[in-house]
């Protein structure tokens, strides 16, 4: 009889083992999907972790701390309500260096604590006495390891003395080791995106900047023509009788003048404020237009005509408004400006919309100036290359790396018998 259950024990041992790499598998699947439906935010991603972790050691709660140069920040927490509330309000969001999880953290080592209220030596410290009055009674702490460096902890917990199994630990120390590398490369792309942002922020501040002329234009003039109906509104006013209607129409073109004035503004504002990436849906007739108002003074002093061909009727674009007319502000203003040493032949700018596919939208930006040589063609969207004298080379790159984050293409070619032809396509609704 004993060799029949030796037997069983020794059969089941194998689908125990399955049973658990599937747990795992499950676990750090539901990390991944978090990561894939949370590109932008990563607090769906560490209550993921916790979520996949409690379930996985059959704890009654998780958290998940964050190193810092000043010690273990407190990220999330996770599992039984009543004492997710206790967490949040009795310990405290930062455990500095020095500190009980600061201290197992350093060992590198998971640290198993079967009973909270039995631990001796030199561990018992706020945390702990906070701990046990919580009525937390067996714990397990994972260090987060990248490279042997610390990059935060998991701490498991049971409000009853009942100690996590060796193949508990051992199945949580892996997941725990997976998840790191989940978390990490998370991070990683946040702080290129990050990254990206502010250098997408800092090529519109330098963009905007020559548009000095045109948006000092752009503003002054509805500023002037509202002065003249505010001037002609008292005039009317100064008559016997006064001219009341003639009052009434001077005022109302001046409410007309500074909306148009504040409309401006606003547009500026947009482009040169540093937001966080936004979906939206787009009108690229109406971001066009927009674009080619703060573009008219640039274009007035290259002596170039502005042109438009766009359709009737288009999907919406779906992506960042002033990330896409960002580049469209580029394309033109690239446009404009290569057609300053233009001596024969008209300077013209054609900006076109088309739908090329039946959830496609197509922009293209053709100018009448030298073209681009064999050579340049090529080496068009490298960082740093550059063909105007003082550029810097960045445009371009930038407003690629825009559009092929939208899910988009951008690419130039050459135009006869002269000028240059820039066209994206972007996925619309």
């Known amino acids: 009889m004993n060799e029949s259950i030796h037997g069983e024990r020794a059969a089941s041992e194998p689908q125990d083992r399955v049973t658990e790499l599937i747990a795992q598998q499950t676990a750090i699947s539901e990390v991944l999907r ?82 909270l209220t039995a631990l001796e030596g030199d561990h018992p410290d706020d945390h702990w006495i906070t701990a046990v009055n919580a009525g937390l009674r067996t714990g397990l702490i994972v260090p987060l390891l990248k490279d042997n460096e610390i990059v935060g902890i998991i701490s498991l917990v049971r409000k009853q003395v009942q100690p996590f199994t060796d193949q508990q630990i051992s199945l949580f120390t892996d997941f725990a080791a997976q998840a790191t590398i989940a978390l990490e490369s998370t991070r990683r792309e946040r702080q290129y995106r990050e990254a990206q942002m502010a250098l997408a922020h800092a090529n519109r501040v330098a963009t905007m900047g020559q548009l000095t002329a045109s948006i000092t234009h752009e503003v002054n003039q509805p500023l002037a023509a509202a002065r003249n109906n505010l001037t002609a509104a008292l005039n009317f006013l100064d008559k016997t009788p006064p001219d009341l209607v003639e009052v009434r129409e001077a005022l109302a073109c001046a409410v007309k003048d500074n909306d148009r004035a504040s409309t401006v503004v606003g547009r500026i504002r947009a482009l040169m404020q540093k937001a966080p990436t936004r979906i939206d849906s787009v009108n690229v007739n109406e971001a066009v237009r927009e674009v080619i108002e703060l573009t008219y003074g640039e274009a007035l002093k290259n002596g170039v005509s502005v042109r438009t061909q766009l359709a009737d009727g288009l999907p919406l674009m779906q992506g960042d408004r002033v990330q896409l007319q960002q580049v469209i502000l580029n394309l033109i203003l690239n446009a404009v400006q290569s057609m300053g040493a233009v001596t024969n032949g008209t300077r013209e700018v054609l900006i076109t919309t088309s739908q090329t596919e039946p959830n496609e939208v197509c922009l293209g930006v053709q100018d009448t100036g030298p073209g681009l040589s064999a050579e340049t063609l090529p080496r068009l969207f490298e960082p740093f290359y550059t063909t105007k004298p003082g550029g810097m080379g960045m ?35």
């Open 34 to 115: 978090a990561i894939a439906n949370s590109p932008h935010d990563l607090q769906p991603i560490f209550d993921a972790i916790l979520d996949s972790a409690t379930r996985l050691c059959r704890a009654d709660l998780g958290t998940l701390r964050l190193s810092e140069e000043s010690g273990l920040r407190r990220v999330a927490v996770r599992g039984n309500p009543l004492l997710v509330s206790q967490v949040w309000s009795s310990f405290p969001v930062l455990e500095e260096k020095g500190s009980l999880p600061s201290r197992i953290a350093t060992s590198r080592l998971p640290t198993h604590i079967p009973d």
């Open 395 to 429: 445009g371009l790159a930038i407003c690629r790396s825009i559009i092929e984050a939208h899910g988009g293409r951008l690419w130039a070619t050459r135009s006869e018998p002269r000028g240059a032809l820039l066209q994206f396509t972007i996925p619309a609704d």
